[in-house]
């Protein structure tokens, strides 16, 4: 049986609807960039816990509270970064979609500094 590693275990303690495990995972000065072109009202750099809560509000906003994250994978690259893959599901309008997402966390003293949130945005589909 192997360990999981220490930044896998703190990813994985990550609930951004849950302002506690925000301050617990994240640094104060924390860097969330998701880039979506498609996604305007909500594309750009997100600081700190709240910052970062604050845009999974808008996301739940803007998707009607259908904004859903199904994780494919997680692999810890080194002492400092994780990938996950992940598909995203929400409803845009009266339109469900589905997008695979690659997030890149780098994580510095036990706590996450930075993410790169980047979704497939020209391979989204209708989900079923």
């Known amino acids: 049986m192997t360990d999981r590693h220490p930044n896998v275990a703190l990813i994985q303690r990550f609930d951004p609807r849950d302002p506690a495990s925000l301050a617990q995972v994240f640094s104060e000065d924390a860097v969330w960039h998701f880039f979506n072109p498609k996604l305007p009202d909500v594309q750009g750099d997100f600081r700190g816990?709240?910052?970062?809560?604050?845009?999974?509000?808008?996301?739940?906003?803007m998707t009607g509270g259908t904004f859903r994250v199904e994780p494919i994978s997680i692999t810890p690259m080194g002492d400092e970064l994780v990938v996950t893959q992940t598909k995203n599901s929400m409803s845009l309008g009266a339109q469900p979609i589905e997008v695979d997402v690659v997030v890149v966390w780098r994580v510095v003293d036990g706590r996450v500094t930075e993410v790169w949130?980047?979704?497939?945005?020209h391979t989204a589909r209708p989900s079923t």
Request: proline content about 11%.
């Open 117 to 121: 949130d980047i979704p497939g945005v």
């Open 49 to 61: 816990p709240a910052g970062i809560g604050a845009f999974f509000e808008a996301m739940g906003q």
